[in-house]
């Protein structure tokens, strides 16, 4: 109920900004309202208290916080829409009219779908469907396409050349439900007026440019042409001729079109340039021609139809602007920062500096101290201490009912334990160095916080997609309206800015566009009674902050840490798309190098791939092991790329002092650029129109839809080699022949082995733990890297006061004893594992060849009753992991299968046995079967049923006889423990 209320607070607030930044006497009785506030203040019964309270340090941090969370000033992200012409303020209010309309009528529509439509007559209906509701869809979808067409035109020549083939496109698509008829000629007609109308506007703006404005009119009056003859009965003339007739006519009025454009010019004289067509006529004229479209589609094929052609429409065309959810999406990340700041600062503000360093970091202990608990009971085999074993289950027993009872705040805990490991280490340093001052004690505030607020929006947004059914009309209103702002905040300040060739006014009515596409897509689907689309629209934020989050991160990093970035921000975009035009590239010969260049055999695993995803599109592929010779070429694209990228930075960068810290971002950018979209489907967002069994060259063999191992592994192979390349060419006194050498061959390397372990080592990886080891010591590495580059862009650039955290904590000494200790410990623990996860051969009865194991198995006598070969390992934990093995013959035909035979005799044996999942590891072994398990085990005869975890795993061998590997575990360690078996399969493939 609170949160309901809070949404309601929120929701008005934003919405009575909304309306005040649109429509300036809204804004004057918000005014007046804040008037008779302040004056109630000005009373002198109150005017004394209120100014001691106002003078309070401690109140005004306070009062920011609660500010900031609760009572935000919204007016802070208002734009002065003045410099926009007149006619530009009246199409903006024109939309946030249409806007409110879309967000108010969810409820009514949802609720009260009266008059209706039938559900069965409109496609993905799952109610009653109100029919002034598709009314609405009609007028503002033709709103929409005239402001999106208006403002591109308004603009430059290539982007309204996109726009208008995207509007002949979609909007032709809504002609073929039904036969060609003279009414479809509004099509062809609208995009050449409003090609004519954008012709007219950019001629006048520039004076110049015959040869560009011919092109555009002929490529479009083509497309314009093929559209007229494939929807209107002029195409029967000539049939099977639509494409080469309707392009030749079209390119003869696109040419009339441009004559007519240009002489309206001429015949305005010099007046031209300063008086262009304003954008209110041409988004009015834009709108009404596709409004008479569409309203001749619902008198020819009723209400119903048109609603079917809208869903359909608005389902893909705004899955395509996953660009703006991008955006949106990766914003979060700048409010989590602010709030954190927020918080931060009227922590320092409140309390006294003393008490602020002592109580923090104690505050900073205890939760180290209470997320570690548990730890001591998971590892039950040490020997703890009866005071450590009795204080832990004391810090239990006090935080179970507000942590480890609740399954979502128990996972924020554990993933926290790092964090508060690490501000336990930093504290003890801190204090042996005298150090620990009120700054650097913020300093780990801030992390801490940050760390918290990053994990908890992730499981939030990771959790959130598991609703069921429709959503409440309220709640959906308000969403709605949340969804309006997030837009209109996000796009507002993009909007208002102005150059040569994207003025405001152009700006405002492509914004304008993209912001009614997104509320009617919301606004259909929740009138279709459809429950997935909120789901829809939060996956699409969240993977924004998947997939391109980290970049947005290290920019909003260095924008914050030294002051004004050395690049321009469309430079540093221009360069992540290089870096995502390569990924995809690099895409589609990755699958041409597992065929081994053969065309056919490329288009059989083509065929096979596509079959299996439509059987089912979550099924996990492997990655196949690839051409060595493949690799290293691989290599040498990626680095060669990126040399080729600095060396053209570092020729046009005149400017010796920035030119290192350019070369940085540029790098940089191009490298998370590779990384991103080396990992997502890209081809279904980027290539829209074509097939989805092409798309399927384009998408990577593995896909990361959470942060997980491959994601970071996809920064690393990237990341880490742009970084080396970035830092040995960037010298601030001139990079030298040989720093290029050692700087390509140094990245290349790091490639090569990155590439080589990931992923075609990962079973290895997992099972002898290195994966943890290895993906702690890179982000180290790049910890220091990101460390080594940050000084040396301070160093050129200057560095600027207030800064976050505290410099220099560590001299230089310190930090290469720090960094020469932390190799050493990693080094360890790296070769004791790759020690203990070797493999080692053993004989097993009835089995003709031997089975490799990793050596911290150890071979143990069979207990009385168990046939088989025993293996344990161990562990910290109470259960120490157990292997049997035996061998099993197969079935004759007609007897019951091998796997059910197994799970009939363990559910005999083994208490409260239940089966998770049966999964086929073809892609290990051939014909091996793997089936997961649980049941309840004692530890002692005392002690409750605990549940723990198994996996019994079939492998085929050839004389008709079955190696049979049961794994038994806790479920904490059963994951690690499972990718053993991987790696016995794997040797006996």
């Known amino acids: ?588 010969l990755d699958k041409l190098a597992v065929a081994g260049w053969s065309p056919g055999l490329f288009r059989t695993q083509m065929i096979s791939r596509y079959d299996s995803f439509l059987g089912d599109a979550l099924v996990r592929e492997t990655v196949p092991p690839m051409p060595i010779t493949w690799i290293a070429l691989r290599g040498g694209c990626v680095i060669g790329a990126l040399a080729i990228l600095a060396r053209c930075v570092s020729t046009r960068c005149l400017d010796r002092a920035r030119r290192p810290a350019v070369l940085l971002f540029m790098l940089m950018a191009a490298a998370t650029g590779l990384a991103s979209f080396s990992k997502i489907t890209a081809s279904t967002m980027l290539l829209p129109l074509i097939p989805p069994r092409w798309s399927l060259l384009f998408t990577p063999y593995r896909q990361s839809l959470m942060i997980d191992a491959n994601l970071v592994a996809q920064y690393f192979i990237y990341g880490l080699p742009a970084l080396l390349l970035a830092l040995a060419v960037s010298h601030p006194k001139g990079a030298r022949s040989v720093n290029w050498v050692m700087g390509i061959a140094g990245a290349y390397g790091f490639y090569l082995l990155m590439t080589c372990l990931w992923p075609w080592h990962e079973a290895w990886l997992r099972s002898t733990g290195l994966l943890v080891t290895f993906g702690l010591s890179g982000i180290a590495l790049l910890l220091f890297l990101i460390r080594i580059g940050r000084e040396r862009v301070e160093e050129t650039l200057g560095a600027r006061e207030g800064l976050t955290e505290p410099e220099h904590l560590l001299g230089p000494r310190a930090r290469a004893a720090l960094t020469l200790t932390v190799a050493i410990i990693f080094g360890a623990i790296a070769c004791t594992q790759i020690y203990y996860g070797r493999l080692l051969a053993y004989r097993i009865p009835e089995l003709s060849v031997p089975v490799l194991l990793p050596a911290a198995w150890i071979r143990v006598p069979a207990a009385p009753g168990i046939t088989g070969t025993v293996f344990l390992r161990r562990s910290v934990s109470l259960f120490n992991p157990m292997l049997l093995m035996e061998v099993r013959k197969n079935p004759k035909e007609g007897e019951q299968p091998l796997p059910d035979q197994l799970i009939q005799e363990a559910s005999l044996k083994l208490p409260g046995f239940s089966v998770l999942k049966k999964e086929d590891w073809g892609r290990y072994s051939n014909g091996a079967t793997a089936v997961d398990f649980n049941f309840d085990y004692r530890f002692s005869a005392s002690a409750s049923p605990a549940p723990l975890i198994g996996t019994k795993l079939l492998l085929q061998g050839g004389d008709e006889r079955t190696l049979v590997i049961t794994l038994m575990d806790t479920i904490k360690d059963w994951e690690e423990r499972r990718w053993d078996l991987v790696r016995i399969a794997q040797t006996l493939r």
């Open 1 to 588: 109920m609170w949160k309901l209320i809070e949404s309601l607070i929120t929701g008005a607030r934003k919405l009575g900004n909304f309306l005040a930044a649109q429509f300036p006497p809204l804004e004057q009785t918000f005014n007046r309202v804040r008037e008779s506030a302040t004056n109630f203040i000005s009373h002198p019964l109150i005017r004394s208290p209120w100014n001691r309270l106002a003078g309070s340090r401690q109140f005004n941090a306070a009062y920011s916080v609660f500010e900031h969370f609760w009572w935000p000033d919204y007016s802070k992200v208002r734009v002065d829409w003045t410099g926009l012409p007149p006619g530009g303020l009246l199409v903006l209010r024109l939309i946030s009219i249409a806007a409110l309309l879309l967000c108010f009528l969810l409820v009514p529509a949802m609720l009260f779908p009266f008059p209706s439509l039938p559900a069965h007559a409109i496609e993905g209906a799952n109610g009653p469907v109100a029919a002034w509701s598709v009314l609405l869809w009609l007028v503002t979808l033709a709103l929409a396409w005239g402001c999106f067409l208006a403002g591109a035109g308004m603009c430059n020549r290539p982007a309204f050349l996109i726009s208008v083939i995207m509007y002949l496109w979609y909007v032709g698509w809504a002609a073929t439900s039904l036969p060609r008829a003279t009414s479809n000629l509004f099509i062809p007609l609208t995009a050449l007026l409003a090609t004519g109308m954008s012709e007219r506007t950019l001629h006048g703006r520039e004076a110049r440019g015959a040869g560009a404005g011919i092109a555009l009119c002929v490529l479009a009056g083509a497309a314009s042409g093929i559209v007229l003859f494939a929807l209107t009965p002029l195409g029967r003339l000539f049939p099977g001729k639509a494409i080469p007739y309707g392009a030749c006519t079209g390119v003869l009025w696109g040419l009339i079109t441009f004559a007519c454009a240009r002489g309206a010019n001429i015949l305005r004289g010099n007046g031209a340039a300063d008086s262009p067509l304003g954008i209110q006529y041409a988004v009015a004229l834009i709108a009404l021609t596709t409004l008479a479209f569409f309203s001749s589609i619902s008198i020819r094929g009723g209400l119903a139809l048109y609603a079917s052609g809208v869903a359909q429409f608005l389902t893909v065309w705004t899955g395509y602007l996953w660009p703006v959810y991008y955006f949106i999406g990766v914003g979060i990340i700048l409010k989590l920062l602010k709030n954190t700041r927020v918080i931060t600062s009227a922590f320092r503000d409140i309390f006294p500096s003393g008490f602020f360093v002592v109580v923090f970091s104690l505050l900073l202990l205890a939760g180290g101290l209470i997320t570690w608990a548990p730890a001591v009971f998971d590892a039950g085999a040490l020997p703890w201490p009866a005071a450590i074993i009795r204080s832990a289950a004391y810090l239990y027993k006090i935080s179970a009912s507000w942590i480890w009872e609740n399954p979502w705040r128990s996972t924020i805990a554990i993933w926290m334990r790092g964090v508060f490991l690490f501000d336990a280490c930093a504290i003890v340093w801190l204090l042996l160095i005298r150090r620990l001052v009120p700054s650097a004690v913020a300093s780990l505030v801030f992390q801490t916080l940050l760390a918290w607020f990053l994990i908890t929006e992730y499981l939030f947004e990771l959790g959130g997609f598991a609703h069921t059914g429709i959503h409440s009309a309220l709640s959906m209103c308000i969403f709605s309206i949340w969804l309006l702002w997030m837009l209109f905040e996000a796009g507002i300040k993009l909007s208002a800015g102005s150059s040569p060739r994207w003025p405001s006014v152009g700006r405002m009515a492509i914004y304008g566009g993209m912001l009614l596409f997104l509320l009617l897509g919301l606004h259909v689907r929740l009138a279709l009674h459809d429950p997935k689309i909120r789901d829809e629209v939060y996956y699409a934020l969240f993977r924004g902050i998947i997939d391109v989050g980290l970049p947005y991160f290290l920019y909003v990093y260095a924008d914050r840490r030294i002051g004004k970035i050395p690049v321009a921000v469309h430079r540093l975009f221009a360069a992540f798309c290089l870096g995502a035009v390569l990924a995809i590239f690099l895409l589609l």
